[in-house]
């Protein structure tokens, strides 16, 4: 129970900070969708220890810092290679996966994908299949930086 209250919490914190309308309709709209997202979680089972968002403490708003400046940097590079398409060099590529939970996984999966130039194809157990457009794309999804940052985010305990 303790669990899909965290869930509740921060689903209706989220609801309000991205809404930023305080209207009684849109409350009352976003506290049915908050309801109804936690019975959805409870009867698919998904709510539970791994996936308790509280967890990720202050960790997680630091990670998406991190990542809008990762996706601010890639958005530029995108646009230059728009405007230079000789620079255009895609490639399919697989990259090692170290990460324990499947939220890790999923959570890295996702980041690649919101970065753009960077596509995640295929999410297995042990490597991610990354379609990337340009060199310096590809790059940055080899280093291993994100992983890192994800592993650093799930040291909750």
Do not use: C
């Not at 899909?4 to 689903?11: C, N, Q």
């Not at 309308?21 to 998904?46: D, H, N, T």
């Amino acid at each position: 129970m303790r669990y899909a209250i965290s869930l509740a919490v921060t689903l209706s914190l989220l609801w309000l900070g991205i809404s930023g309308v305080y209207k009684p309709l849109l409350l009352v709209l976003g506290s049915g969708a908050v309801l109804f997202v936690i019975w959805m979680s409870r009867r698919m089972e998904v709510v539970g220890v791994e996936h308790n968002p509280i967890l990720y403490s202050w960790r997680l708003p630091i990670y998406w810092i991190w990542l809008l400046k990762e996706i601010v940097k890639s958005n530029i590079e995108v646009a230059r290679a728009a405007l230079q398409p000789e620079r255009v060099r895609p490639s399919i590529f697989f990259v090692p996966m170290k990460l324990g939970s499947a939220v890790g996984k999923v959570t890295y999966a996702n980041s690649i994908t919101l970065t753009p130039g960077t596509v995640t194809l295929l999410l297995e157990d042990q490597q991610v299949e990354v379609h990337a457009l340009l060199e310096s794309s590809a790059a940055g999804a080899r280093s291993g930086q994100m992983q890192r940052k994800i592993a650093w985010l799930e040291k909750h305990r």
